[in-house]
């Protein structure tokens, strides 16, 4: 599969598939809506201006969330990082539950985020997060335990218990 | 992580940012948003903020020296600091809007801690501690056997029961969060002190709440001081932050010299097997066999001023085997049980979700029970395991438990390793 976006039309198309993915990705890695946009710009701005070839469906999903990962991790080591309206302030959760829950999350450093991000709402395996993320299994499954360990006293057994 | 699931699921990309997304198609030659003039449109916002500074504030300071009425404490801008209507604090700060937080992680390399005894707390907080009541921790840093100050954390309660959070720094603070805000100073006492104020969005429950914070320097320490609570008590709050920030002042830079800190044993070492097997306190507590297809991953040797335990790790695809081996402490007595009382362990007693199904004063043991090694039978051990359907994982049966052999507590928790191996790795283990 390869997207050479000769039309704007077609890469209109390619944005749509992905960009709520992506987006919802980089909110949860850096935890700040102004943050996550210019990350899902520069993210397609690089597919634009790569075309790269994909080999598949999962091959283009894995390609863009590695980039995803790498970008809101480089902004996350800048320096020059904008301080930025908070993530619950810009979508307030609906339930009390869900507040608390998000509250705690968001309290973690963003590679706890990252996979729990990945692992839960991503469906991704440890194995797939080690390759998105260049971190060896062993670390991946030592930040999901540790993740775990923060939230056990807001998430309910049957979700802690599956990681 | 339904929540969190549902939570997300409801965030999309906004209209403006879906047309700025596929505006790298449209534009022939997309326009990338150049970091460096974003970073050097920072800096010489900066450097603007402080030609301003130079030139402004000396002008603006000319009219700081009229006290405020029957007062000591001073205002910075005359006009601009409205002290509160009757406000109790004889200082009037004036409190910066701070519309932004972020956080950053802290390392502190051989990190230890004294708590302050009552004659430390009143060299640190000489006028405070007629006040209020204090407790502090002393937060060190060490290498090889020396120790320096990294920082004082502090809680100081006022009469009215607000909880103050202190915090002082030989040098420059260090904090796991902080608040960007337009400074305008405050002068108390002659000290400048910023002082700001973040205020955040409704919860869920339509409640908001603020945080009060102020930080200044005296004598080469940085004070960091801060105070949050709901909407409600605001003025109670700025009250109590600009008197307890005054009384910080009042009382002078702390006497740092009466801290006499003694670096504990600590220890942080990546182990081989070979090494965690030949450790001195817990290496006969690790199985000599694991069960086929499990290989090493790790081992770690942690001991701290809480915690002195061996952890070791073995994987096998996607089942796991951690197993920490410490002494036991008094936390995890209360989760020691008896194997007659299956009601304390036995997981097919209650259904899952068992945040629901295991009685409020029993979770915790449920959760992770101690079993005596001369009790442990297979059966007990079989109870233990149960397993869960995840899509992002592969099958197999999962247990969490804790074995007492002696005074040494081994805690083990397994994905993909039967009830049968795991009985046989703990009889590996001399009783």
Redesign the interface.
């Known amino acids: 599969m390869a997207y050479k976006?000769y039309r704007?039309e077609?890469?209109?198309v390619f944005?749509?598939k992905h960009?709520?993915r992506l987006?919802?990705t980089a909110?949860?890695i850096t935890?700040?809506v102004s943050d996550a946009?210019?990350v899902?710009?520069e993210v397609?701005?690089r597919a634009?201006?790569k075309a790269v070839e994909f080999e598949s469906e999962e091959h283009e999903k894995a390609w863009l969330i590695k980039v995803t990962v790498n970008l809101c991790n480089s902004r996350l080591r800048s320096l020059?990082?904008?301080?930025?309206?908070?993530l619950?302030?810009?979508?307030?959760?609906?339930?009390?539950?869900?507040?608390e829950?998000?509250e705690q999350?968001l309290?973690l450093?963003p590679k706890y985020r990252t996979v729990?991000?990945l692992?839960?709402?991503e469906?991704?395996?440890?194995?797939d997060i080690s390759r998105l993320t260049g971190r060896k299994?062993?670390t991946v499954?030592?930040h999901l335990?540790r993740a775990r360990q923060k939230l056990k006293s807001v998430?309910?057994?049957?979700?802690y218990?599956?990681i | 992580?339904?929540?969190?699931?549902?939570?997300?699921n409801?965030?999309?990309?906004s209209d403006a940012?879906?047309q700025?997304?596929?505006s790298?198609?449209?534009n022939a030659k997309?326009v990338?948003?150049p970091?460096m003039i974003?970073?050097y449109s920072?800096a010489f916002a900066c450097l603007a903020a402080v030609l301003l500074s130079v030139f402004a504030i000396p002008q603006i300071l000319q009219y700081d020296a009229t006290p405020t009425p029957g007062n000591n404490p001073s205002v910075l801008e005359p006009g601009t600091v409205i002290p509160t209507p009757g406000s109790s604090s004889r200082y009037t700060l004036y409190f910066n809007k701070a519309?932004?937080?972020?956080?950053a992680?802290i390392a502190i390399k051989g990190h230890f801690w004294q708590e302050l005894t009552d004659k430390e707390l009143k060299a640190v907080f000489p006028v405070l501690t007629e006040t209020h009541k204090i407790t502090a921790t002393a937060n060190f840093s060490s290498d090889e056997g020396k120790a320096s100050l990294f920082n004082i954390e502090a809680h100081a309660v006022s009469v009215a029961g607000l909880r103050t959070y202190i915090q002082l720094v030989p040098g420059e603070v260090t904090l796991d969060y902080?608040f960007?805000a337009e400074v305008k100073p405050s002068k108390v006492l002659g000290t400048e002190v910023t002082a700001g104020c973040f205020e955040?969005?409704?919860?869920?429950?339509g409640l908001r709440n603020v945080i009060y914070f102020a930080y200044f320097k005296l004598s080469g320490i940085s004070y960091y001081v801060e105070l949050g609570g709901t909407e409600a008590e605001k003025e109670a709050l700025k009250d109590e932050i600009s008197e307890l920030t005054g009384l910080l002042i009042e009382g002078g830079a702390a006497d740092l010299r009466i801290l006499n800190p003694v670096v504990p044993e600590l220890r942080q070492d990546r182990l081989n097997l070979d090494e965690a097997h030949a450790d001195a306190d817990f290496g006969a507590y690790l199985p000599t066999t694991l069960p086929e297809g499990f290989v090493f991953?790790?081992a770690l040797r942690f001991i701290d001023q809480e915690r002195n335990e061996l952890n070791v790790?073995w994987?096998n695809d996607?089942g796991?085997i951690?197993w920490r081996v410490s002494y036991l402490g008094d936390n995890d007595k209360r989760r020691i049980t008896s194997v007659a009382d299956r009601k304390n362990y036995d997981l097919s007693l209650y259904p899952?979700?068992?945040?629901?199904s295991?009685p409020g004063d029993l979770h915790e043991i449920v959760?992770n029970p101690v079993f005596l090694i001369d009790e442990l039978t297979l059966d007990v051990v079989r109870t233990r395991a149960?397993e869960?359907p995840?899509?992002?994982?592969q099958p197999g049966a999962?247990m969490r438990f804790g074995v007492l052999y002696g005074n040494v507590l081994v805690e083990l928790?397994a994905k993909g390793a039967t009830p049968e191996a795991m009985f046989d790795m703990l009889q590996q283990i001399k009783k």
Not at chain 2, 99 to 103: E, G, M, R
Not at chain 2, 200 to 205: C, H, L, M
Not at chain 2, 352 to 356: L, Y
């Open positions: 976006f704007p077609d890469f209109e944005v749509t960009e709520n987006y919802r909110l949860a935890g700040n946009e210019d899902v710009q397609f701005l634009y201006e020059w990082r904008k301080r930025t309206e908070p619950l302030d810009s979508y307030p959760a609906d339930e009390p539950e869900q507040h829950l998000l999350i309290t450093p729990l991000h692992f839960y709402y469906g991704y395996s440890i194995k299994e062993s499954r030592s335990t998430l309910k057994e049957d979700d218990e599956s | 992580m339904k929540a969190y699931n549902e939570y997300m409801k965030i999309s990309v940012l879906h700025k997304l596929v790298c198609a449209i997309p990338r948003r970091n974003k970073r920072i519309d932004f937080q972020s956080t992680d902080i960007d955040t969005e409704p919860n869920s429950k991953q790790d790790h994987t996607m796991y951690d899952v979700p068992r945040a629901d295991v959760d149960y869960l995840d899509s992002g994982d999962r928790n």
